[in-house]
């Protein structure tokens, strides 16, 4: 064999290995999600928060759920420090993590609902109503008639999450009620967790994010509570019929 025609036999060797390996990477991401995706135009809930409101959708995707904007391996940290004071923030420019919401929002044009999660870390636990607001009038502006679904971060029952400490998600409880009781488009809900140290990641040195299983336990919280809204929803259309 010459040796032209050897160099061209390896390089395809290699070029069909290596697509090999990178279609496996995708199909782990998407095993057993394929069957249960819809049409992305077809989700109707978005969301807004921080690394672990990704990661409790990345979990509900596990849960089979899909009126959510979808999370895969790839974008599941597009949020990654996204809290209330960074959101209110960028909201002044429309820019930051208010590029990455829209192109989800693109992505998904029948959006009706989004889900605020209130991440706080300790060092900003002081945020106040009005310093907070912001985000709730860019998401009105890019979502005429919107429905704001808000809550804390999940509580911890054995440890403490260095980034939020007490004081982060107790800022987040109080917050919420307070966005609730001053807003008629804001529900309180989900209340997700609470997490136990066995459902937080081991290799998670702040000990704050969920591990699989953590994830998959708030992604089926996050299932219910929508669904039942949905179910709701259709069973009052139906008496008034």
């Known amino acids: 064999m010459k040796k032209g025609t050897i160099c061209l036999f390896i390089i395809i060797i290699i070029t069909l290995t290596g697509c090999s390996n990178i ?3 995708f199909s782990q991401d998407d095993f057993n999600n394929i069957q249960t995706e819809i049409p992305v135009s077809k989700r109707t809930i978005g969301y807004i928060g921080c690394s672990n409101t990704r990661q409790t959708v990345y979990g509900y995707r596990w849960a089979e759920g899909n009126q959510i904007w979808n999370v895969n391996i790839n974008n599941i940290h597009d949020y990654d420090s996204g809290s209330v004071a ?8 429309g820019k930051g993590f208010w590029e990455i919401f829209d192109r989800e929002l693109l992505r998904n044009p029948e959006t009706k609902k989004i889900w ?3 991440c706080i870390p300790k060092g900003e636990a002081k945020v106040t109503y009005e310093q907070s607001y912001p985000i709730i009038e860019m998401i009105r502006k890019k979502i005429p008639n ?4 808000i809550s804390p971060l999940a509580e911890y029952t054995e440890n403490v ?6 004081e982060g998600i107790e800022r987040g409880i109080s917050l919420a009620q307070e966005l609730d009781s001053r807003n008629d488009d804001l529900v309180i809900g989900p ?8 459902e937080i990641n081991e290799e998670d040195k702040s000990k704050c994010h969920p591990n699989e299983e953590g994830m998959l336990k708030m992604g089926k919280q996050l ?3 929508f669904d ?12 008034k019929s």
């Open 146 to 149: 919107v429905t704001i679904y």
């Open 23 to 25: 279609q496996e990477r």
């Open 223 to 225: 299932r219910n509570f």
């Open 116 to 118: 605020l999660q209130l």
């Open 86 to 93: 960074q959101w209110a923030k960028d909201a002044e420019k």
């Open 161 to 166: 999450c260095e980034i939020t400490g007490v």
């Open 191 to 198: 209340i997700l967790g609470p997490l136990s140290l066995a």
């Open 228 to 239: 039942n809204i949905e179910n709701s929803t259709i069973n009052k259309t139906i008496i």
